[in-house]
C-alpha cells in the first residue's frame, strides 16, 4: 500500500515531539528542510537579544561583564551544549567559531604526537576543515596529509602507527554518511593516533556519545540543528584527560590562567578554559541560549527516532511519487548509516532546487548535482514530507525547472 | 581663573557634535567615561537588531546569505570602517576577533620578512598582542623576542636589520599614550621591518592615516569608540601592496578564492577576502551597522578637537578640584602625545573607582594603581567631565572610598 498524505497527518497526530513546532518562527507558505545549513528562529531569540542589547548593554555598559555573566558566557553555554553531545561538565567551551576552533584542537592535538608526521581526512570533508589543517600544517615542519577517499583509501588503511591526528566528519556534509564513532575513535586509538571529530551536522541532529566513545576532541557550529543563529558562536570540546597537557596557538587573553594580571607571557588556564581566545561575540550568544532553553526539554532518543522516521519516509516518497524522473539518493539507505539530512542526485540538480524553492520548498544545491534536504525534528512535519515530494514531483513532470536554470547560484552551507 | 561648571555648560552650547549625544542611549544617573572599553548603545542599533533577527533570519532563513547580503558583511562592513582608520577601499575586512586578527596579519607579516627571526613589540602592549605573537611563533622555529620598555630598550634601539615584524599598540591601552605612527613606521621600513599596528584605542578616538603613513598591518576592535556592542567583529587592515604576498594561515573557506568549488586544497582569494576566515557572527554585525550609520556624518577633525580639549579640561580640573588627595596623572601631558583617555594613579585606585561607579561615574581600573577615564566626543559632554571631577573630589575628600576596598574586582577591558 504507497503512503498517503492521511497517513502523514495520523504520524503528526501521534508525535510526541511534535508540539516543539510552536517553538519556532516559520514563515507562511515555506517548508524549510535547510535547518542543516541555518536552523529557524527560535520564538524567545527575539526577547532575549533585546534584552541583551537594551538592557544589559545600554543600561548595564561595561558593568555586564560580571553583572550580566558576559566574561563567562563561553563556559555558560558551552555547558548546556555539553549533554547534547555526551560530554562531561568542564569539557566544552562556546566561543569563535567552527574553523577557529577546529585550527586549535588540531594543533593541540598535533603537540601530543610530535613524533609523528601523518595527518589524516577525508577528501569529502566540509573543505574548511582541510583548509585549517593544511594553514596549521604549513606553519611547521615535515607533516604530509593522507586523505579517506571513495575508490582510494579506506578509513582502516589510513589510519597506522605514523599517524598523529585524524580529523573526520562524523555525519558527512553532502551525504548525511554517518560515521561510527566509537569504533573509529577505538581503531585510532589502538594505533596510537588522537581524532578530532566535526559535529557540524550532528548536533542537535542525533545524540552524540563523546565520553563513551572516548572521543579526543571535537568542534561542531550551533547555527544548524541548534538553531543558534546566523554565525552563532561554535563549540569546542576537549577531553578532560587532554586538558592539561594541550597547548592551542591561539592564546588569546581570555584563555589565560589570570587574564586580568596584564604579565607580558602566557600562562594557559586549567582546563577547557585555555581554549579561549578572547572577547566574545556576545550578541550572538543571545539567540543560542533561548535555543538552549527549548533544547533542555528535548530528548534525544525521541529526537532520533523522528528523524530517522522522516528521513526513511522522504526516501520512500520520493521513490513512489518521482521514480522515472532521473532522481537518484545519495544518502545511505539504512536510516543506522545517516544523520538527518537526505541527499538526492539529478543532473540539473541545481535548476530543480531554485524551482523548489520559488516554489516555497527551501533545500539546497551542492555541486555537482546533490539537492540536500535537511529534517530538523523539532519544527518539520511529516506532513511537510509528504508536501515537499509532491512539489518535487510537480517540478520534475512539467519541467519548470528548465525556467531556472540561468539564475544565481546560491551560496549558502 | 579657575575653570567653573557654567564655563563647561558654555563649552556645551558651542560644541558643534553636541547633538551627535542624542543618537546614543545612555542610562539615567550615568556618567559614562568608559566607551574606550565599551561604547554606549547607538540609538539604532535595537531596530537594526531586530530586523536581521527578525526579518533576516526569521523570515529570510537560509536565502538571507544572498538576499540581505551576509556573506559579503566582513567586506561591506569593512568599507565602511575604512575612512576612519584612513584606508583605502579593499584594503579592510570585519571579522572575527581583534586577537585572532593579529595571529593572521602577524604570521603573514612574518612570512614576507623570512630570513628575519626577532619580533618586536612593548612590555606595555595589551597582553594578548603578546600572548597571540608567542603562540604563533611557538609553532615557528627560532623566533626571538624583544620588547621595548620604560627603562629598557627605546623602539629606536629595539629596531634593527634583524627585526621582521613591530607590533605596537598605537594608543596604550593604559596609559592613552599616542604613538607617532609615521615616523615609526618610517623607522621600521628604514631598517627593513614590518609594522603591524593596534587601533583598539585609536579607532573612533582619532584621525588614523594608515595610508599615508605606509602602515603594512593593522587590527583593531569595533566595540569600543567605535560603539558596536559587547564583542563586535573587530577589523583587519592590510597595505593593499601586501595583500597577494601575504598569506595567513587561519585559512578557512570564506578566505578560498573560490569558496563554492568545495575543493581539497586550499587557494587563497584575491586581495583582502584572503583575511577572512569562516562564517561571520552575523548578528554581532547588526549594531555595528547602526553606529557606522552615525560614524558617517563625523568629522574626525571635530572629533580630535573636542577629544584633546575633554581630555584637557580634565586633566585641568583633577588638579584645580583634587589637589592634596595623592592623585597622579599618568598619562602624556601633552595633547599631541595622548589618545582620548586618561589615566590618574592613586595608591587606593581600585577602591576610589568602586566609590566613583557607586556613584554614577564609570571608568576602570588596571592593577595595581590606574583608573581610567575615557572621553568619547560623540556622547560625553564638558558638564560631565566638570561632574565627574566633582564627584572625584567628594570620594576622595569624605573618604568613601575605604568602604569599597574590599568589593569584587572590575574585570573589563
Not at 526577547?47 to 555558560?76: C, H, Y
Amino acid at each position: 500500500m504507497p503512503t498517503t498524505r492521511a497517513q502523514c497527518e495520523q504520524y503528526d497526530a501521534d508525535d510526541p515531539l511534535a508540539f516543539f513546532r510552536e517553538e519556532f518562527v516559520l514563515p507562511e507558505g515555506v517548508t524549510y528542510l535547510d535547518g542543516n545549513s541555518l536552523g529557524a528562529l527560535p520564538r524567545g531569540a527575539a526577547a532575549r537579544v533585546a534584552e541583551m542589547v537594551e538592557t544589559e548593554w545600554g543600561q548595564g555598559l561595561i558593568r555586564s561583564w560580571n553583572d550580566a555573566g558576559w566574561f563567562d558566557k563561553p563556559s555558560a553555554v558551552g555547558e548546556r551544549i555539553a549533554p547534547l553531545i555526551g560530554a562531561e561538565a568542564g569539557e566544552v567551551v562556546v566561543c569563535d567559531s567552527t574553523s577557529v576552533n577546529l585550527f586549535k584542537v588540531f594543533t593541540a592535538a598535533l603537540g601530543l604526537r610530535p613524533d609523528r608526521k601523518v595527518v589524516v581526512s577525508e577528501a569529502s570533508s566540509f573543505p574548511t576543515d582541510l583548509y585549517m589543517m593544511e594553514g596549521a600544517t604549513g606553519l611547521l615542519d615535515g607533516y604530509q596529509r593522507r586523505l579517506i577517499a571513495e575508490g582510494g583509501l579506506t578509513v582502516e588503511q589510513a589510519i597506522d602507527e605514523d599517524v598523529a591526528v585524524v580529523v573526520l566528519s562524523h555525519v558527512d556534509y553532502r551525504t548525511g554518511r554517518l560515521h561510527d564513532m566509537a569504533a573509529i575513535t577505538e581503531l585510532a586509538h589502538r594505533h596510537g593516533a588522537l581524532v578530532v571529530w566535526d559535529l557540524c551536522h550532528t548536533a542537535g541532529a542525533l545524540p552524540v556519545r563523546l565520553g563513551a566513545c572516548r572521543a579526543d576532541f571535537a568542534v561542531g557550529c550551533t547555527y544548524k540543528y541548534l538553531n543558534g543563529g546566523p554565525g552563532s558562536p561554535a563549540f569546542l570540546y576537549a577531553a578532560a584527560r587532554h586538558q592539561d597537557a594541550a597547548e592551542q596557538p591561539l592564546s588569546g587573553w581570555h584563555g589565560h590562567a589570570d587574564p586580568f594580571a596584564f604579565t607580558t607571557d602566557y600562562r594557559p588556564a586549567d582546563g577547557i578554559t585555555r581554549f579561549r581566545c578572547s572577547t566574545p561575540h556576545l550578541l550572538s550568544y543571545a539567540p543560542l541560549e533561548a535555543s538552549l532553553d527549548v533544547w533542555e526539554r528535548v530528548d534525544l532518543g525521541l529526537l532520533r527516532a523522528k528523524s530517522r522516521r522522516m528521513t526513511d519516509l522522504f526516501i520512500e516518497l520520493v521513490e513512489q511519487e518521482c521514480a522515472g524522473f532521473g532522481l537518484e539518493i545519495a544518502s545511505p539507505r539504512a536510516a543506522d548509516d545517516r544523520g538527518s539530512q537526505v541527499a538526492v542526485r539529478h543532473a540539473d540538480g541545481y535548476p530543480v532546487m531554485r524551482a523548489l524553492i520559488d516554489r516555497g520548498v527551501i533545500g539546497d544545491f551542492r555541486a555537482p548535482d546533490l539537492m540536500r534536504f535537511g529534517f530538523t525534528p523539532l519544527y518539520v512535519r511529516y506532513v511537510d514530507v509528504w508536501d515537499a515530494v509532491q512539489v518535487l514531483r510537480e517540478v520534475l513532470s512539467t519541467e519548470a525547472w528548465r525556467d531556472a536554470r540561468h539564475a544565481g547560484r546560491s551560496r549558502v552551507t
